[in-house]
C-alpha cells in the first residue's frame, strides 16, 4: 500500500446521516443534539458534530463529518505530519511547518501519527496476496532488516529486525511471509542460503542480475590475471553467455566445463584452473535461477525495486536521531520505505 499524496477532503457539517449504529448496526435514529467541536486542521476551526440515538437499542452516539474522527487533528491533519516525516522532516520542523498554517501540534502528536501511519500500512498489507517478492538484507541504524517488497507494485510487505547472516531466522519469516502472501517467486541476490530456502519451501527463484553480472564480472577479470592464457577464451564465452542469456545456456556452460582437462576436486588449494571448473558449475548449476524471467512476464529480472524501497528507508533513517523502541524503528523504516504515490 502507498501513501497517497492527496489528502482527505473535511467536511464542517456531515449533511448524510449516519447508515447504521455502531452498537446494534440498526438503521432508525432520532437526532439526540448537536455540538460544536474544535479541531486541528489548517483550513477550519469548528465542525459540528451531531448525536443520535438508536431507536432498537436506545444508545446514543457522535456522528463526526468527513475526515474527522474522536481525535482533535482531522485526518488530513495526520496524512500531512506522515507525509512530512518521510520527505526527511523532524519532529520539531513539523511542528514549525504545522504552526505556519495555525495548527498547532505537538511533536508527540506527529510521532504518533507516523506510528498510526505505520500501524495503517500494515494492516492493509497483512493479508494482501503477492505472487512475486523481492527479499534483501540491509542494515540501518546499528540493526539489521530484512525487506519484502510486493514486486506487482513496488510496495513493502514486510520489514522485520532480522540479520541476514541469521539463515534460521530469516528461513522463519520467509515460511511466515510466503504462507501468509501466496507467494509464488522470490526475487534475491545470489546467496547459497536463498536457494536452499527456495528449495526447501518450493518457491520459483529469480536471482538478480545486476548481482549476478557484478560478481560474475569480477571472478572473470581476476581469473583473467591469473589463469594459463590457452584458456582466457573460456573467460569470454562466460561473459557472452551471462550477457546474452540463451535458453540452453546451461548446458553450453556445462560443455565449457567438459573441454577442460581433469575434473572438479575439493581440494584445500585451489588452482585458477579449479577456481574456473568451480566457476562453470556453479553457473550451470543455477541457469534457471538466472532465467526464470523468462517464463514469466510477472517476474522482473532484477531486485530494483527492493533496493529502491530500501534506498527510501536508508534515506530517511539517516537524519532520524535514534529510535527509542525497536518497534517505533521498525514504523519508521516501514512507513519510509513505503512510496509516496
Ligand atoms: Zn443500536
Redesign the pocket.
Known sequence: MSIVLQLSQVKRNKLERPKE?P????ETFQRWGRQTRRVKDSQIRTVRVFRYR?T????TFRHYPEGVTHAQQTERMKQLAVICWSFGLSYRKIEMILSAFGVSLSRMSSWRDVQAGAEGIRRRTQWKSARVVGVDGAWVNGQGVMVAVDLGDGEPLAIAAIDEKDMAAVFRWLKGLTQRHGIGVIVTDDLAMYRTMTDKLELGHQVCHFHVRRWVGRACWDLGQRLPEEWLWILDRIKHIMEDLPPDGGKQLLELYKQLPGHLKMAQERTPLDELRFLLIRLSENWERYTTFFHDPGIPWTNNRTEQAIGRMKMRARTVRGYKTRSGMLNGLLVSSTPLT
Not at 23 to 26: N, P, Q
Open positions: 449504529c452498537y446494534c448496526r440498526g438508536c432498537t437499542c436506545r444508545r
